[in-house]
């Protein structure tokens, strides 16, 4: 089971090493890190480099792709050829996903018109540009397209892909391997639940992280 997951300048690095984590347990798989050259890529902050085994024009089918959000996905939302590379691997795909903002990037390829899909609470209502119908759902089955929200989300999306591919048994084996079993000290994990004046005082952080 060959398994792509996308890197690019200013990727968040949760959105790609969560799935990650999950799906590289799986029965016969094969994770691969692909970036338009390969080498090394660097997160959102860019405290964290990832390598980035292969070049995009040396993978030219997968499985499974996983495109992860983070600041940098405005610049690949308008780069034709990772668009044209999401589009390709997703022709090959028996599962297209995304992560956060990775959602608009899939859009932007053309991948979530008419579909309902989720993102980041914060870009949510940018799927609306593309066709998409926008949900808060954590994660969202579209036939072979599955797009999960915020950073932290692309586990659950993870858990649930691999309970659809190889059972509810592996996919508990895995989540009790990596101990996910979240007891958060707050109940502020979506703007419908945090207190009023911290997601406010959140949303221009990430509009100025976003634009910069």
């Given at each position: 089971m060959d398994i792509a997951i996308l890197l690019y300048d200013r990727f968040e690095s949760l959105?790609?090493?969560?799935?990650?984590?999950?799906?590289r347990n799986l029965p016969?798989?094969?994770?691969?890190?692909?970036?338009?050259?390969?080498?090394?890529?660097?997160?959102?902050?860019?405290?964290?480099?990832?390598?980035?085994e292969k070049a995009m024009r040396d993978v030219t089918s997968a499985d499974i792709l996983?495109?992860?959000g983070g600041f940098g996905q405005e610049e690949a939302m308008v780069d034709q050829e990772t668009l044209a590379w999401v589009r390709a691997i997703d022709a090959t795909s028996t599962w297209t996903t995304s992560v956060c903002t990775g959602s608009l990037v899939l859009a932007a390829a053309g991948l979530l018109n008419g579909k309902r899909a989720t993102c980041h609470w914060a870009a949510l209502e940018r799927l609306r540009e593309?066709?998409?119908?926008?949900?808060?759902?954590?994660?969202?089955?579209?036939?072979?397209?599955?797009?999960?929200?915020?950073?932290?989300?692309?586990?659950d999306m993870a858990l649930r892909l691999a309970a659809e591919?190889?059972?509810?048994?592996?996919?508990?084996?895995?989540?009790?391997?990596?101990?996910?079993?979240?007891?958060?000290?707050?109940?502020?994990g979506s703007?419908?639940?945090?207190?009023?004046?911290?997601?406010?005082?959140?949303?221009?952080?990430?509009?100025h992280s976003q634009s910069g």
């Open positions: 959105d790609a090493i969560g799935p990650f984590d999950v799906l016969g798989a094969q994770v691969t890190f692909v970036a338009k050259e390969a080498g090394p890529v660097k997160n959102s902050s860019g405290a964290l480099t990832v390598l980035a996983v495109v992860p593309f066709g998409a119908e926008p949900t808060l759902e954590r994660v969202v089955f579209q036939g072979k397209v599955v797009t999960a929200a915020g950073v932290s989300s692309g586990i591919i190889a059972g509810d048994d592996i996919a508990q084996a895995i989540q009790l391997g990596i101990e996910y079993d979240p007891q958060p000290p707050f109940d502020s703007p419908a639940k945090a207190p009023a004046h911290i997601v406010e005082m959140l949303r221009p952080l990430l509009r």
